[in-house]
């Protein structure tokens, strides 16, 4: 699979157990990586492009101590499901 393949891929972003100004950093960085995203549930956000890897590693930083969730899967690619 090549890089821009990647960059075509859907992800899910799901956490649990988060404040205000956890929410805010994770929508911050939506819209910096991510040119194509949707967030209508306060702890959702669908991003397309990058890997689910990169994704965690962007937000982790976050979810280091306490009691919070971070999830992010990779959504099926059209034609694949």
């Known amino acids: 699979m090549s890089s821009d393949d990647y960059d075509d891929r859907f992800y899910i972003i799901l956490v649990a157990d988060i404040d205000e100004a956890q929410r805010e950093y994770i929508h911050a960085a939506v819209k910096m990586f991510s ?3 949707w967030h209508e549930l306060p702890d959702v956000w669908i991003v397309q492009g990058g890997t689910a890897a990169e994704w965690r ?9 306490g009691g919070s969730l971070l ?3 990779n959504l099926p690619v059209k034609g694949q499901r």
């Open 35 to 37: 040119d194509s995203w």
């Open 57 to 65: 590693n962007r937000l982790d930083v976050l979810f280091l101590t």
């Open 71 to 73: 999830v992010v899967l």
